[in-house]
């Protein structure tokens, strides 16, 4: 046989809940889509309207060639600036830790691209 659930005055949980006596650590996983502002093959910088804390370590998700892949990285910088739309912004630097050769390739190839459009524009 159940026990009723006894309610203190104002509870208006149906189920019953426990307290927690110290510390207990949980994880929060939050998924942004940022816009990237630049890339080189060590790291990136996107801009976010949330700071992310400078040392800590994320996980990027990043679609290549119709293929997502994981990259560990590292944050290595935040620094507010102005937004367009008038809320809070930061540009984020992040370090790769762990490089796939899928998304260095790729980096490669937009250097290069970019290497190629600079110097026939300086002609």
């Known amino acids: 046989m159940e026990k009723p659930v006894k309610h203190r005055l104002g509870d208006r949980r149906v189920r019953p809940r426990f307290e927690i006596v110290g510390e207990l650590w949980g994880t ?3 998924v942004l ?6 890339i080189g093959i060590g790291g990136a ?10 040392e ?3 996980r990027l998700s990043w679609k290549c060639e119709d293929r997502e892949t ?6 290595c910088h935040v620094r507010p600036v102005g937004s367009a739309d008038g809320d809070p912004s930061y ?14 390739d790729r980096i490669h190839k ?3 691209a970019d290497a ?7 002609v």
């Open 110 to 112: 937009w250097l290069a």
């Open 33 to 38: 889509q940022l816009p990237l502002r630049n």
């Open 56 to 58: 800590s370590i994320h």
């Open 28 to 30: 929060l996983e939050m």
């Open 70 to 75: 994981d990259v560990q990285v590292r944050v």
């Open 91 to 104: 540009l984020i630097g992040l370090e790769f830790l762990s490089l796939n050769p899928l998304i260095g």
């Open 45 to 54: 910088l996107f801009q976010a309207h949330v700071p992310l804390a400078p």
């Open 116 to 122: 190629g459009k600079s110097q026939t524009d300086g």
